[in-house]
């Protein structure tokens, strides 16, 4: 007999993800253990932190939004689960690595891990073959292995597909007159792609250096304001 528990994917274990992932291990009698599939090779999404850039050793590209000293602009007070508290001997506004500490034990705590399939990337998600109505039925997912000279890809059927890739999984670089030919050393763009670890420990050295925010008034809000103390010191 076959099973009546629906099968749902998760695309991506980032914040978003491992809290879906959480949900569903929680309603057995309802959900068959989820799929959380996870390009990378750890959870967290975007608070994953490293200062590698360019390609990895299996030539993907290497992306992350995060910066070197980046701390939340919101208090841990608001950013926690509701059944999963921060430690409350951290500070209300927490350096990203106290938040990726977090969503580990969070995925620890609830048995996520063993549900995420690190190094698979999702390449195409779409309608499952017709049933007798004649309207699609479920999800068919494709993923392919992010591994050496691996060319492994497989596409399992579903019942539901949560995408969980958040704001920050397509990197955008605006067209900028003369952004290709620029020869200075400090051109931090806030992709990973194309700028190198954002913020890194600035060099003590003197540099010049000028910010390229949006038009007003979003150029001067939290975030605009934030990235520019690292440069000003």
Not at 110 to 134: A, C, L, M, S, Y
Not at 145 to 168: I, N
């Amino acid at each position: 007999m076959a099973s009546t528990k629906l099968r749902v994917a998760v695309i991506g274990a980032g914040a978003a993800g491992l809290c879906a992932a959480r949900h569903l291990l929680a309603s057995p009698d309802t959900f068959a253990p989820p799929v959380v599939f996870e390009g990378s090779s750890r959870l967290g999404g975007t608070w994953v932190y490293t200062e590698e850039t360019g390609e990895d050793a299996w030539g993907w590209t290497i992306h992350s939004s995060m910066y070197h000293d980046l701390r939340t602009n919101l208090p841990k007070e608001v950013m926690a689960f509701p059944d999963f508290p921060f430690d409350p001997s951290l500070p209300s506004f927490l350096h990203h690595s106290d938040v990726l500490s977090y969503l580990e034990s969070y995925a620890e705590h609830f048995g996520i891990q063993d549900n995420i399939r690190f190094h698979w990337q999702v390449e195409e998600v779409r309608p499952g073959q017709k049933g007798q109505t004649g309207s699609p039925c479920g999800w068919d997912v494709t993923a392919v292995l992010r591994a050496p000279d691996s060319a492994q890809r497989v596409t399992e059927h579903f019942d539901a597909v949560l995408v969980c890739t958040g704001h920050y999984a397509s990197p955008f670089l605006p067209a900028i007159p003369g952004l290709d030919s620029f020869q200075g050393k400090g051109w931090i763009p806030a992709t990973k792609k194309e700028r190198g670890a954002m913020f890194p420990p600035w060099p003590v050295s003197p540099r010049r250096a000028i910010s390229l925010p949006p038009p007003p008034p979003h150029g001067c809000s939290q975030g605009g304001c934030h990235t520019k103390r690292p440069v000003g010191g």
